[in-house]
């Protein structure tokens, strides 16, 4: 039986919008297993994204608690809580964030630098999960020589470097086309069969849902019954 990997007990989240304040999760309780791949769809402004932010400590929310093995990041400082990012999680944005200035392949290995320092082992891994994404031929291309779908593949490629515990994407493929967008979400799918990391994934794709192992509807800030 898989234990759970992430837990979420009654989770709120709000934010000011000017005098009001909008509250957008209204008591969250989830848990995801390990190795489980799991959409949350829903329609814009239900909360989707701020819950995958606030499962990767990205945001704090303001009651709560957030346990992702077994450990509660509630009690971590903020320092504590930005080594846990990097080397626990996995994110994959819709827009890809790379570097502009920096090859595919220097872009993957960079998280890796961020809590120690370069090393051979990391850039071997790094040309390995290039390799795992299809891009082996374009290592020493930068961003702009990429289309969007190679930019994507290294942004995923990049999600891995650090060995993350859970893999988080945020409609990672909200920016391209039907065909890039159907070989992205396979990419996912495969490479969690492969690393056995939990996947969890905000979409708008809904016809994709069936391909996962669980589907998770929001509705208004809450997880749908």
């Not at 009654?10 to 909008?22: C, D, E, H, R």
């Not at 795992?132 to 020589?145: A, C, D, I, N, T």
């Amino acid at each position: 039986m898989q234990s759970n990997i992430i837990e979420l007990k009654k989770i709120y989240k709000s934010y000011n919008s000017g005098p009001q304040k909008v509250e957008v999760l209204k008591g969250i309780d989830l848990t995801i297993a390990e190795g489980e791949v799991a959409l949350i769809v829903g329609p814009s402004g239900v909360g989707k994204s701020t819950l995958l932010h606030v499962l990767g400590a990205l945001d704090i929310p303001d009651s709560g608690e957030v346990i992702v093995d077994g450990k509660s990041l509630n009690a971590l400082n903020e320092e504590e809580l930005a080594r846990f990012r990097n080397q626990s999680i996995g994110f994959v944005f819709q827009f890809h964030h790379l570097l502009p200035e920096f090859t595919a392949l220097e872009n993957v290995f960079m998280p890796s630098m961020m809590h120690a320092p370069f090393s051979k082992e990391k850039e071997d891994y790094a040309r390995f999960l290039l390799n795992e994404v299809g891009l082996s031929h374009r290592l020493e291309h930068k961003p702009g020589e990429l289309s969007g779908g190679e930019q994507q593949r290294v942004a995923v490629a990049r999600a891995l470097i650090n060995k993350p515990q859970v893999l988080l994407a945020d409609e990672p493929t909200g920016n391209l086309d039907s065909a890039n967008s159907r070989l992205l979400f396979d990419l996912l799918l495969d490479l969690n069969q492969k690393f056995n990391q939990t996947l969890v994934v905000v979409t708008h794709a809904e016809n994709m849902a069936h391909r996962a192992k669980r589907t998770i509807q929001m509705e208004d800030g809450r997880i749908a019954v």
